[in-house]
């Protein structure tokens, strides 16, 4: 056990306010903290990057959610990966490779005796910044949509939309490898080129170039010329209206994000008796509610990723500071692929 600390002031980004309609960089504030030598039992990790997720426009709302409001005046939540710079724990060693959820800062102390707040992560095969993304929470979110509610047979269609995002990705990419018909849907030609050619997608819908419900299910139409089986919904809106007109008998649909409406306005639905005419199971889910199912999932995964079966692309901004910018951005689809911070 080693406590070799030389680093002592932690930087970090607050929740200053919570956001009136849309979020603002406004919301948030760069804060300083002294970093104390470590007690008995602790863990220093120098936190290498930081995951950008959608689910953290929800936590910044005081209303009810999946998850419990991010208190104000806290360093915001979010997934990091890092290193081990110090250690009075003799489960960790320094240098050692991690992941967690270290929040949006550079620093994470980790408390004596806290169980299961840091996992150790092999970087030989998978790339540190991978446990965000393809092999982490959103892979695993992926997985679970679509392994455990849309149960996918081969030959059957399954639609994604935000295709070309972290978790859109991984599903077709999964659904491929279950002999599916993958199709997706993301904003613009360039994303829509990369699902198809890079991803593997059998077909990309740009949702930008049909900007009303009748010629976005025209398109989906073409592209799935036997209806939809499974669709794994991270938008909602105008995009899950034109989904579910193509909805097959006793489809199943996994409802994992409705990112159309994050910034607090309601998101209605067109024709809800579609649910009951076509007998489809509609799933909402939560996927650390799961935890048991997740050695499996990243089992598949980081094997797929290992083997550079499962493909994944990343935006990265680089410094702390930048975080509130690339979160902005990345609820307006500005992201291309998995969002990260490298905060080193």
């Not at 039992?41 to 419990?68: C, I, T």
């Not at 992926?142 to 392994?147: F, I, K, P, S, V």
């Amino acid at each position: 056990m080693t406590q070799t600390s030389t680093h002592t002031v932690n930087r970090q980004i607050l929740l200053a306010s919570r956001p009136e309609g849309e979020a603002t960089v406004a919301n948030f504030r760069l804060a300083e903290a002294p970093i104390a030598p470590l007690e008995d039992g602790e863990v220093l990790v120098r936190n290498h990057f930081l995951s950008l997720d959608p689910y953290m426009r929800g936590r910044m709302n005081e209303s009810k959610s999946y998850a419990q409001p991010q208190p104000l005046d806290e360093v915001m939540i979010g997934g990091t990966a890092g290193e081990v710079v110090a250690s009075r724990n003799a489960h960790f060693q320094v240098g050692d490779a991690v992941v967690g959820m270290g929040g949006w800062q550079e620093y994470q102390r980790v408390p004596a005796g806290a169980r299961g707040v840091l996992q150790k992560v092999d970087t030989r095969h998978v790339p540190l910044s991978a446990y965000l993304g393809a092999v982490g929470m959103p892979g695993v979110t992926a997985w679970y949509g679509l392994t455990q509610i849309i149960a996918p047979k081969a030959g059957e269609t399954v639609v994604v939309s935000a295709a070309s995002g972290a978790v859109g990705g991984a599903v077709g990419q999964l659904a491929k490898v279950r002999g599916c018909r993958a199709v997706g849907l993301a904003g613009g030609p360039d994303k829509c080129a990369y699902v198809v050619n890079e991803l593997g997608f059998d077909a990309c819908i740009d949702y930008k170039a049909h900007p009303d419900l009748k010629s976005l299910s025209k398109a989906l139409k073409e592209a799935c010329p036997n209806g939809i089986d499974g669709y794994f919904e991270n938008v909602g809106g105008m995009i899950l209206d034109a989904v579910m007109l193509r909805m097959n008998a006793f489809s199943r649909m996994a409802l994992c994000g409705m990112i159309a409406g994050y910034d607090g306005t309601p998101t209605p639905m067109s024709n809800p008796a579609l649910i009951l005419i076509n007998r489809m199971k509609v799933e909402g889910f939560i996927v650390s509610e799961h935890m048991n199912l997740w050695p499996e999932a990243l089992k598949e995964l980081g094997t797929l990723v290992a083997t550079g079966k499962l493909k994944y692309r990343e935006t990265v901004a680089q410094g702390l500071e930048s975080a509130p910018e690339a979160f902005l951005g990345l609820l307006k689809g500005r992201n291309f692929g998995k969002q990260l911070v490298k905060l080193i």
